[in-house]
């Protein structure tokens, strides 16, 4: 069974510093995506970023950016120039690419992410 | 945009309660799913359905049930609530049977149900 670990409950940056997120994985499968998803106060969860694990080229998005390291079963979120609004929940998510079922779409437990003013 | 909508933020029930928790969406998407979340767990999926009156069980289905007879919306049913079910619901919709790396998630936003 494939799982998804966030050792970090908390963290905190302050704003307009750098901050990493770590998440790790296990995993038989060589062909998958991995996610990042934000939940605010609001609770909307929302996708920030997404992976393919069969490309090299890390996945960025405006402030956001990741470093997926296949072999080390490790893909950490980078978020620069940290805003206000950047406090919030983060999910490291998981799914194998070639399985056609929903159902193998696997969260990590989470980091709060505070920004401090 | 994509709207899913839980029709509760907050719900306390007590303990043998049926519970129903209602999602609707508003893009025609096919799949539809529902996911408990705790502290230190993260997010947990309980079911799901690609189309209307289909439902496949995911890791927690025990002590739920489903019901999707229209295409918009989705009903997670608690039979008889118990205080291990108090959790965040939350509901969330895609629009394709067969997910591909541009496809995601739409959620909405949580209900906080709590069993005395």
């Known amino acids: 069974a494939q799982t998804v670990t966030q050792s970090q409950p908390e963290m905190s940056v302050q704003e307009a510093e750098t901050v990493t997120l770590s998440c790790t994985y296990d995993t038989s499968e060589s062909d998958y995506y991995l996610f990042w998803y934000k939940q605010p106060p609001s609770r909307q969860m929302i996708l920030v970023i997404r992976q393919e694990a069969y490309k090299q080229q890390n996945a960025t998005e405006n402030r956001f950016s990741v470093n997926f390291q296949k072999a080390a079963k490790s893909f950490s979120l980078k978020i620069s120039d940290s805003q206000l609004g950047d406090a919030a929940m983060y999910f490291c998510?998981?799914?194998?690419?070639?399985?056609?079922?929903?159902?193998?779409?696997?969260f990590g437990s989470g980091t709060q992410l505070t920004v401090l003013p | 945009d994509v709207k899913v909508t839980q029709s509760s933020r907050y719900l306390v029930k007590r303990t043998g309660e049926k519970v129903f928790l209602e999602c609707v969406q508003d893009?025609?998407?096919?799949?539809m799913f529902w996911y408990r979340q705790d502290p230190g767990l993260g997010l947990r999926l309980i079911y799901f359905?690609?189309?209307?009156?289909?439902?496949e069980k995911g890791d927690i289905p025990e002590g739920y049930s489903v019901s999707r007879e229209k295409k918009e919306r989705f009903s997670l049913i608690l039979e008889s609530a118990s205080t291990n079910q108090t959790s965040m619901y939350l509901c969330?919709?895609?629009?394709?049977?067969?997910?591909?790396?541009?496809?995601?998630?739409?959620f909405g936003s949580g209900t906080q149900l709590s069993v005395l």
């Open positions: 969330a919709s895609s629009n394709s049977r067969y997910w591909a790396i541009n496809e995601k998630l739409f």
């Open positions: 998510a998981y799914r194998i690419r070639t399985s056609g079922s929903a159902r193998q779409l696997t």
């Open positions: 359905s690609y189309d209307v009156k289909m439902k």
């Open positions: 893009m025609d998407h096919e799949n």
